[in-house]
Every structure is written in structure tokens, then in C-alpha cells.
């Protein structure tokens, strides 16, 4: 198991954000230092490349990176009868929503960029978008869960494909039932208060527990950078319960983890949504994180133009196991890379009127938006075993069978 730094992520992770904040500042610092080359579309993205999100933030550069490249090889954009290669100008937001704010409108107003690509989580992805929609800059995003991006406002040129978070939170109890999984029907809630957090564990996950016959013991809310979860954990050890529902970005996910185990507390379901996607997370945690369940969108095995070969060539170019992560970015990118060329046009309202229109299926699965400028992409549902994210629903796109109880 990789060594761990203090955030609680993998040291390898930390040298791999650290080599795309490097290479993120060098592209940069050479559109900075002068103005932008004629006949060059620039595409712009803020990104969590360090800070607890970097995790995320190192799949999705890759995925914007892999569509671009793909555009660039083929011979660019035509625009006025000429194809124009597409530039992307990356800066790290460090996992700060001021930062991505900032540098949403730095991208704008001094790199010049066409048009925006999204950071990950509501907090980062909407503090940008914000800054897109007050200049009217085209941006499409993934990573956002759909309620808490239409929380914000009514949006004219920011778009959003990724899960719903009721279809995140359902998922969970459908495997239940759909399994015939037996349990004391005890439920432990214990979210964080950013703002998925607390509208799936705060509203949602209660809900659901409630109307699927079960009680909730213990519904626990936690800032953002806790470090120390013990009591949460007692409680939920005293009232024995053998459902537990967590929410929290990945540091904090490792620490429950962790503390759980040195309680001697073992619930037979564990799930953690966010923190627990990135296979940083199986990595910080070693055999701890056998048997633990986390939403997921996409897998390699599903049929979807490109998904196996998509995992396959970022597995061999990065030496790294393939994350979800991978697909809403690639697609992201190549939706707003088709919609600048079905616009021949770098004008943003000929662009977002033609990302308006997309309707295709990509590496993500069918991408077609509506009213609220949303794409949802149906929910499954991973279980980590020995280091691998497992797909164990629905039944039929599972690639392993469910270990249950969770391993002690």
C-alpha cells in the first residue's frame, strides 16, 4: 500500500498533482506572457489538481486532455473554411471555490478562452460557473450532482451531465430489496455539510430509509475538513446499526474508515458516496476498503462507443487503474468540441446553441439536455474488492458478485 501524506491521500497522488499543477502553470504562463494566436480556439478549465479533490482532478485532465488531443490529430475545428487546432489552458483551483471563481475569470478576461470546461463537485463546478454565466461563456461540466446544480439558479450557458442525486440515493435501497438483503433495518446517516452532502444525507437518504420501512438511529452532519469522527461512530456502534450511509470527500471517507475499524465497528453495509469513487481511496485504505459500495455512472464494460477502449489506453499511458471520472470529462469535452463545430463559429451564442442540441450517445452513455440544461446518467452501483471497483448493480451490468455482509 502507497504511503500516505497528510491530507490522507496517496503519496503518488500527491506527485501526480503536483506534475499536472507544474505542467497546468507552463500552459499558462505561455498564453499569459502574450496575447492569443490567431486562428486558435482556446478551451479553458479550472480544476482541483491539489487540495483533498485532487483525486478527481487528475482523471478529468486526462479526459479533457484525450478529447482535445483526439480533435487536434484529425487537423483541429473548421472555422470560415480553415481547421483551427484547439488549445486548453488549465489552471488549479487547489480544491478552493474562491480559486476556482478566480480562475474562471482569469481564464476569461486574460486567457481569452472560447469557452469553459467544469471542475468537479457542486462546490467547486458552480463557484465557475457563476463566473461563466455572468459573462456569458458557454461551460459544459460533469461531476456536479444535478439537484445541487439546479439549486443554483435557472442556467443560460452552463450545462451539466452527471447522476441525480434521488437516483443516487434510491440506488442503494433498490439493491437492497432487489437482493433480498436482511438486515436489523438500523440506519446511520452520517453526512458532511457541503452542499451534496447535505441534500443526500441531510434530505434524501431519511427519506428513503423511511419509506423503505427502515429507522434511522443516527443522522450526524460534519464540516467539511473534520478530521475526527469517533463519537458519530459510538453512536452509531450503540444503536447497532447495520445500514451505514456516509457522504464526505476522500480524506474524511479514509478517516471514517479508519476509526470504524479501531471502534471494532462493523455495520454488514457500508457505503460512502464522493469520497469513496477515487481508486485513491481503495489505495489509502488497503484490504479496509473491501466490501464498501459507492454510486457509480460508468464501468469500461458498458456499451458505450469507446468506454473499454477509453479505460485501456489511459491504464497503459498513466501506469494508474482507470476511475469513472475518466468518461464525464472525455464526454464534456467532446460535447462542447461537437458544438463549437457544428457551429463553425467561435461566437458563444452560436455555441451554446448548439450544445442546446446535443443529442448523441458518447463514452458516458446518451447525452441529450433538457429545460434545466441537465443530462442524467443512469445510476449503478461499485463495490471495492481487492483494490478493484466492482459493478454489483443493477444485475445486469454487474461484473462481480455483492460480498455480504462487508468483510470485517
Keep these: 500500500m502507497n504511503k500516505k501524506i497528510n491530507n490522507g491521500l496517496p503519496r503518488r497522488l500527491a506527485k501526480a498533482a503536483l506534475f499536472g499543477a507544474v505542467a497546468s502553470f507552463a500552459l499558462v504562463a505561455g498564453w499569459t506572457s502574450s496575447a492569443n494566436a490567431a486562428d486558435e480556439i482556446v478551451i479553458g478549465a479550472s480544476l482541483p489538481l ?6 478527481f482532478g487528475s482523471f478529468q485532465q486526462w479526459g479533457y486532455k484525450r478529447a482535445i488531443d483526439a480533435v487536434n490529430k484529425a487537423g483541429g475545428i473548421a472555422i470560415d473554411g480553415k481547421k483551427w487546432p484547439v488549445r486548453l489552458i488549465i489552471r488549479d483551483d487547489k480544491t478552493d471555490p474562491n480559486a476556482s471563481a478566480s480562475n474562471i475569470e482569469t481564464l476569461i478576461s486574460r486567457d481569452n478562452v472560447t469557452a469553459l470546461l467544469g471542475s468537479c463537485t457542486p462546490s467547486l463546478v458552480n463557484a465557475g460557473a457563476l463566473v461563466a454565466e455572468r459573462h456569458k461563456k458557454p461551460m459544459v461540466t460533469g461531476c456536479d450532482p444535478l439537484e445541487a446544480f439546479k439549486s443554483v439558479r435557472k442556467w443560460t450557458y452552463v450545462w451539466d451531465l452527471f447522476f441525480d442525486e434521488p437516483d443516487l440515493a434510491g440506488a442503494d435501497f433498490k439493491m437492497i430489496a432487489e437482493y433480498g438483503i436482511e438486515t436489523n433495518k438500523k440506519v446511520a446517516i452520517l453526512h458532511d455539510n457541503g452542499p ?121 499511458e498513466t501506469g494508474q487503474t482507470s476511475s469513472q471520472h475518466i468518461a464525464d470529462s472525455n464526454s464534456a469535452a467532446e460535447i462542447l468540441l461537437d458544438a463549437i463545430a457544428a457551429a463553425g463559429s467561435t461566437d458563444p451564442e452560436k455555441i451554446n446553441a448548439a450544445i442546446a442540441k446535443t443529442d448523441k450517445t458518447y463514452v458516458a452513455g446518451l447525452i441529450k439536455f433538457d429545460e434545466n440544461h441537465t443530462s442524467k446518467l443512469p445510476m449503478a452501483i461499485d463495490q471495492w474488492q481487492s483494490g478493484k471497483a466492482i459493478v454489483v448493480w443493477p444485475k445486469d451490468r454487474a461484473t462481480g458478485k455483492l460480498l455480504f455482509p462487508m468483510p470485517n
Design 50 to 55: 491539489s487540495g483533498p479533490l485532487a483525486g
Design 196 to 316: 451534496d452532502g447535505q441534500i443526500v444525507g441531510g434530505q434524501i437518504w431519511p427519506a428513503m430509509a423511511k419509506a423503505g420501512g427502515m429507522e434511522v438511529v443516527e443522522n450526524a452532519s460534519f464540516p467539511i475538513d473534520n478530521t475526527q469522527f469517533t463519537s458519530i461512530i459510538a453512536e452509531a456502534k450503540s444503536k447497532n446499526a447495520e445500514i451505514v450511509l456516509v457522504d464526505s470527500i476522500t480524506p474524511q471517507a479514509v478517516s471514517i474508515r479508519k476509526q470504524m475499524a479501531s471502534a471494532g465497528f462493523s455495520p454488514k453495509i457500508l457505503v460512502i458516496e464522493k469520497g469513496a469513487e477515487p481508486v485513491q481511496f481503495a489505495e489509502a485504505l488497503g484490504k479496509l476498503s473491501d466490501g464498501i459500495l459507492v454510486g457509480g455512472y460508468w464501468d469500461p464494460s458498458f456499451p458505450y462507443p469507446g468506454a473499454a477502449q477509453l479505460a485501456a489506453d489511459f491504464e497503459k
